[in-house]
């Protein structure tokens, strides 16, 4: 069974760092794309950032380009978000979530339950 | 970017009738389009890939059609279990990866 366990999320004042994690068990890793995937309080999805089974490409939504890191760790099953310079408006649940086979022409076949950012002073 | 819109943003329905969903897309995302169900404090899962192909395990009261630009999701006969949210995304040109708006199926 895929499970995905985030863990991370904190309340952080605005201008400061978090770093999410999610653990990845029941397939192998290091075979799939996977995603982070926010949702602000109340509101729909919205993708933050996507990394390719290697680590060798990453993409960011306008909003986090240059802010925000996807990386992962196949040797250990985990996949990372540092996340920088954080504003109020960052302020969400935030996903894990596997692609399908046929990366990146692929949907979201996995989710993770959420891990909780909260950026306020 | 490729603009997904959802429409009625909210839907009531009574038990046992038939929903309607429909998923716009600002160009053609061929048959690349998902739809994800997402319940009060759960994560979504994945219902529909492909535009009409069932994810393991959802029953077949759910059925996805469309390509292009237009695409609809129909519960044939809602259950108890079927009130959530529901999200269509498109995965055929991205970055970004992007998402409807969501709509709302709620009892009448």
């Known amino acids: 069974e895929v499970q995905l366990v985030e863990s991370g999320g904190d309340l952080v004042q605005p201008g400061g760092s978090l770093r999410l994690s999610c653990a990845a068990s029941?397939?192998?890793?290091?075979?799939?794309?996977m995603s982070w995937v926010r949702q602000a309080p109340g509101k729909g999805l919205e993708w933050v950032a996507a990394i390719s089974n290697s680590g060798g490409t990453t993409d960011y939504a306008d909003s986090v380009k240059g802010r925000f890191t996807i990386s992962r760790d196949n040797s250990k099953n985990m996949l990372h978000l540092q996340m920088n310079s954080l504003r109020a408006e960052d302020t969400a649940v935030y996903y894990c979530?596997?692609?399908?086979?046929?990366?990146?022409?692929?949907?979201?076949?996995?989710w993770g339950q959420g891990t909780l950012v909260t950026v306020s002073s | 970017e490729i603009v997904m819109t959802q429409s009625p943003a909210t839907l009531s329905v009574s038990p046992g009738e038939r929903a309607t969903l429909s998923c716009r897309a600002s160009?053609?995302?061929?048959?690349?389009l998902a739809w994800y169900q997402q319940k009060p404090g759960q994560a979504p899962r994945l219902l529909i890939y492909?535009?009409?192909t069932r994810a393991t395990g959802i029953p077949a009261r759910f059925s996805g059609s469309g390509s292009g630009t237009e695409f609809t999701l129909t519960i044939s006969s809602l259950q108890s279990d079927d009130f959530a949210v529901y999200y269509c995304?498109?995965?055929?040109?991205?970055?970004?990866?992007?998402f409807g708006g969501g709509t709302k199926v709620e009892i009448k």
């Open positions: 979530a596997k692609f399908a086979d046929n990366y990146p022409v692929s949907p979201l076949q996995h």
């Open positions: 492909g535009a009409s």
């Open positions: 029941g397939f192998t890793f290091s075979s799939y794309g």
């Open positions: 160009r053609s995302v061929t048959y690349n």
């Open positions: 995304q498109q995965y055929n040109s991205w970055p970004p990866l992007t």
